[in-house]
């Protein structure tokens, strides 16, 4: 048996801290020990959380009372998740981390730091060895981890079998995004109603820069350095309440068979498989070969941990050297808090929360 | 002065119906004179139609009676508008046409006849003379004209210049269309609420298909066949009323440079600019440079002849051999009634409606 | 222990059927040994059904093939489900009732027949006896009991402890259901997009005259016969996939408290909860006093048995004779499905289903 | 001919601004000649305007510079118009008023001082003199003038034939109102998909004050005070752009015959009617008998002017002392911009504006 980790959870009302307080209420060693927020100070979670997911908020928490995000608060807490807004974020973590606290990050603010783990445990593992250096040069007690953007995430977690086993030369994405990808209020209604909306070059790039790190970390088994990779993604918002729906067209270097590509996905492992740890789902992807799915309705909560996989369908041969596919992802699961969790289990079984 | 046509419009009280009327009502020589339907026969028109477009139902139809799909019925008439559900419209078509009626046709019957021009007046006007060949060959002396997919037409517009100018490898399409596409009932409010519509290999293909004729019917100024383009595309419905939005990368033989291609998009102009016809924009392709446009309910009415142009815009180098664009299109205007009576012009100049 | 009960499922794959499949697999006594279904007989369950509802498809319903609808291929049934579409439903209950299946009928067509129930077991109760004079009468061996229409459920839980203990002179009742209601394909989402649907006066008093069936038939505290009740309904659709919310106004013949009113629905039990039936919820109607509440999307899956409760809010005293509220029912559980099952456990208890 | 006057309008990137815009482009006599605004300033109004309406942006404004929102900036200006929002508009207007400036207003901050009109040209016309007293009263040379609530029209106008002829007791009204009503970006798409948003307690009373204070000035041909009637509003917010949807029961004191209602507001007329002001509906009542109608998306255009006069429908007898109706107004045009424009007409017809 594990020894309990005690967690505090920052932004534990947001749309992503909701989805950390649901999925550790049954979790066998990680128990919510403190509930931060802003606004809501003071008051019982119960009463103030908007509780924009599936079942029923848990019982133990409901009459909690949401707490200030400070440090100094937070005595009895082995380690802190941090799904604060941008901005706010970045400060706050690091004060954290000064203070002592192993911090797990869904915030954008340090994704681009070389020596802050950008982490998807099933994709690039070994970059958990960034937290010693980060401590040294920081000289902090505590650490960051960082998890990928969400809409990234539902492109990297079925590129990586591909890159990993392919001479990978484009890859071109097209994003239809949950509005609970913004936060709330986040996406204005007259935004969206008979409307799709463009989120446009920032965003793009931003997604596209996350994947390139990502993909710059992963081990490849092709004779291909793979450096020169094409990306290029065309961000929307659509309306819909959770779920990213991202068609990827991808072309190689050298002939492909599609019939390869869906064996590699649907082999596709990694350490938190074979470690059986808690969070991970038994296929991290989950391929469908029907012909109208994923569907965001009827696919965003598959898996026997719902949400914790990526649903892929629509794989199909282009021509030679270009596939296509659909990738649907669960934003604030596998693509915030449950990529949070699965993150931390992977830190424990490494020895890296004792 | 030109000669009034007396036009009947069938399937008056569909969403592509509605536009024929609403376009019409000031036309300078196309006169609306006989509206038919099916289940809706008897009735006045203003008392039964849907008018789910903008504007008011024109007075002047607002009291007429709505009447059998009879060619027997419809001595007064010179043209037959036919945007029929697919099915029924095959045997009505050729019906009138076997009756002398000139028929122009929005629905999907037949369209991949090599005797039936698949017309955008802009890309392949030289198809028309396809008429001579369809009247001998099957002893008609009416005629078909149809015109392509709304979606395919949303891809053809932009891509006609590009295609035009520069050696295209791939064209790699994702599309986002509205509800409006399916007529009416059509889609079902429990696929589009929360929810993306995932429309499945055999749309995908026809899509396809039909940019695959019509390119091919396309005169070239490079010195390359284009015979072995690649087309991929992948189609959805979201919860919009009007407007495909579609996001397109292109991939070229050679290297490309983006400013060319937005050069020739912008320049892009065909017969019905130079014949200056009624409904021809004196724009077929509006380019905007705004991070965040087109939008659906922003722009799909753009354009002095309100949804003639398609907005193009998010036009961008990927690579060298590599662009993006997203292209919006308003489905029911451009993409079938206006289509239809922009051919009917260009008909019209060329002695076809003689 | 009781005896296991086997039910068959009609219209299983229907928006009703699924929830009867999703609330019977963990059912203490009632087993699914039949899915019944039209277009999609011969399939197995897990492959053709839109599980539009929470949870996955319990497995061992994944793999069941869907069967005809037909009494003479179910001797292995104890009981029928029954939530067919309008006019297809009636000559088949009868028939399933005729080769004595005991059958629990959400659809519409016997809501109005004298010897056949219209139960919500808290209110209606000792309606159950018009079996004993249904099978009398029309010789059958089985029976048919009937639901109410799920929109006039969310009427009459809040009212029943209103009308059994207050005067009530008028009720006025403003409806805001959601899509599901129509079952599927059902609303178009072109009706449903930027718009709100009317119903329309035949929906109006279908609802007021199953309200008046049942009211007519609950017992009263008060020494008022009731007969002059008022009742009156304007129906709507709004782009909500599950949940009928409605606005309440109550006048009343002499003056009344509000916090009288309050303490009566609080209070409000039946046979099911006095039996503690597994699918009753202890609490009917459970009341919420927040400003904002109950709303669609945190509501309808409200309660200790998710969906099975009313939620009662915004109750106000508007003057001395009138008061205001709003109701939200889960339209396909306890407005069909849960209703179903709850009536059918009633019936256990009973011994109407020996 | 009348004199032009040159109006400047406040708030004119916003969802009221527009309508203003769009609505005196062709004005005979009110030229718009100073666009002001916020965060806009210094940007050409056609570059950062969302034109969330009808028509394209008028070319005469277009490449008007927004200006800030300063009375000394304004010498040329003869009215300003003030769809500010609430906090901001109340010392802003005062400040006009002050140096001078007629003030016409649609936002709260004044609708309840007794010497402000709160003015419906059809309803209270003669409220208008409390101007007078107003600049007596505060030294004004300038003067403000308030429209209602948007909401608050729509139940004011169809009540007022209604008021000023029978013995009304009671009004319940329940509200189904347009996202669009809260300005942009205003309602959270996460408060509105699959929901609804109740408004709540204040919103309620606020609707409601505003029509007790119309009614209690508005002049009655029955001889009865109209002291007593109970008003009562339960409001909400629906997935519609523009159009706020009301049904509303009304309960009178003695017998009444729904057909001399609807005779009543069907010859309902004004000051404005009887001057035929440029932007008056011939019909301020559009009364519909259509079992489905009024819909927001076919209706709220509705009437010559577009969204000039509320759309009635359902109007029916409930029992010999209550009827019922649903009305529809377009919550930016007559319940704001429209409203506004009117009053001034009308102001100008009275001396006001000279
Ligand atoms: N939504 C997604 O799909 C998603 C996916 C991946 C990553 N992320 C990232 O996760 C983070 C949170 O997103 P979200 O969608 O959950 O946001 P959200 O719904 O807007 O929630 C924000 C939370 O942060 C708290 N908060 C706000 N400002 C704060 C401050 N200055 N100090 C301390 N607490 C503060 C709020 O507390 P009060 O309510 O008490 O004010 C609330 O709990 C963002 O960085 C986002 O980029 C989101
Ligand atoms: N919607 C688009 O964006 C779009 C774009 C390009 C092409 N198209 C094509 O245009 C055609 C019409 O589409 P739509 O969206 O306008 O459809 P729709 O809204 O469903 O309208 C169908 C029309 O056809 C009439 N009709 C139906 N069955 C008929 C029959 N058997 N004989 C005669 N009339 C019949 C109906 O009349 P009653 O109402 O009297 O029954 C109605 O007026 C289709 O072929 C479609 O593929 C549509
Ligand atoms: N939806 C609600 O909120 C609600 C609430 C209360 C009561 N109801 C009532 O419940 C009934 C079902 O509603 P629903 O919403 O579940 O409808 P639905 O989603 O349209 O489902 C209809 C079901 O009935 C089957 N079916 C259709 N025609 C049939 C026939 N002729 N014979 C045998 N089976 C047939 C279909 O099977 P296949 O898929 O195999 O074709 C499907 O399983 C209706 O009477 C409705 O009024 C509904
Ligand atoms: N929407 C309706 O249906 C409706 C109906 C009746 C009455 N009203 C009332 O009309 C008013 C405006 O509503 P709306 O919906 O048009 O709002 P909106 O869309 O939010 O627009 C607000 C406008 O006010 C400007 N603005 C904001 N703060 C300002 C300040 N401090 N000083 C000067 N200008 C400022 C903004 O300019 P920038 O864009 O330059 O920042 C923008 O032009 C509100 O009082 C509302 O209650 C609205």
């Known amino acids: 048996m594990r020894r309990v980790l005690k967690a505090a959870i920052l932004g534990s009302t947001g749309l992503v801290g909701i989805e950390y307080v649901r999925m550790l209420a049954n979790h066998p060693y990680i128990k919510v020990a403190y509930l931060a927020g802003k606004g809501s100070v003071g008051k019982p979670y119960g009463?103030?959380?908007r509780w924009q997911t599936i079942g029923q908020i848990p019982?133990?928490?409901?009459?909690?009372?949401?707490?200030?995000?400070?440090?100094?608060?937070?005595?009895?807490v082995d380690l802190v998740f941090s799904p604060l807004p941008a901005g706010a974020a970045g400060p706050v973590e690091e004060e954290f981390a000064k203070h002592g606290f192993k911090v797990i990050s869904d915030s954008p603010?340090?994704?681009?730091?070389?020596?802050?783990?950008?982490?998807?445990?099933?994709?690039?593992?070994?970059?958990?060895?960034?937290?010693?250096?980060?401590?040294?040069?920081?000289?902090?007690?505590?650490?960051?981890?960082?998890?990928?953007?969400?809409?990234?995430?539902?492109?990297?977690?079925?590129?990586?079998p591909i890159y990993q086993n392919f001479k990978v030369d484009s890859v071109f994405i097209t994003t239809m995004q949950a509005v609970s990808g913004e936060g709330y209020p986040g996406v204005a209604s007259l935004d969206i109603i008979d409307n799709i909306k463009v989120l446009g070059e920032n965003y793009d790039n931003k997604l596209i820069k996350e994947v390139h790190r990502v993909l710059s970390e992963t081990k490849r088994n092709v004779n291909d350095s793979g450096n020169d990779v094409t990306l290029s993604?065309?961000?929307?918002?659509?309306?819909?309440i959770h779920g990213h729906y991202e068609i990827?067209?991808?072309?190689?270097?050298?002939d492909v068979n599609v019939e390869k590509v869906r064996e590699?996905?649907?082999n596709f492992?990694?350490?938190?498989?074979?470690?059986?740890?808690?969070?991970?789902?038994?296929?991290?992807?989950?391929?469908?070969?029907?012909?109208?799915?994923?569907?965001?309705?009827?696919?965003?909560?598959?898996?026997?941990i719902p949400g914790m996989s990526v649903v892929v369908g629509r794989?199909?041969?282009?021509?030679?050297?270009?596939?296509?596919?659909?990738?649907?992802?669960?934003?604030?699961?596998?693509?915030?808090?449950?990529?949070?969790?699965?993150?931390?289990?992977?830190?424990?079984?490494k020895g890296y929360m004792d």
């Open 47 to 49: 009463e103030v959380v």
């Open 59 to 76: 019982k133990e928490v409901a009459n909690m009372e949401i707490k200030p995000t400070d440090p100094k608060l937070m005595d009895d």
């Open 109 to 160: 603010d340090h994704r681009f730091e070389p020596d802050i783990p950008l982490l998807i445990p099933e994709i690039n593992p070994h970059t958990i060895t960034l937290i010693d250096e980060q401590r040294k040069k920081r000289d902090w007690k505590g650490f960051i981890v960082t998890t990928p953007l969400c809409a990234a995430q539902g492109v990297l977690l079925p590129l990586a």
């Open 233 to 240: 993604a065309t961000t929307h918002r659509v309306a819909t």
């Open 248 to 254: 990827i067209y991808v072309t190689f270097k050298e």
């Open 264 to 266: 590699a996905m649907d």
């Open 269 to 304: 492992k990694g350490e938190p498989q074979n470690l059986k740890l808690p969070t991970a789902p038994s296929k991290p992807i989950i391929l469908t070969n029907e012909d109208s799915r994923p569907q965001v309705y009827f696919d965003r909560w598959a898996g026997e």
């Open 315 to 349: 794989l199909s041969q282009v021509n030679r050297r270009a596939i296509r596919f659909a990738s649907l992802i669960h934003n604030t699961v596998r693509g915030a808090a449950g990529g949070g969790i699965l993150a931390t289990e992977f830190l424990v079984e």
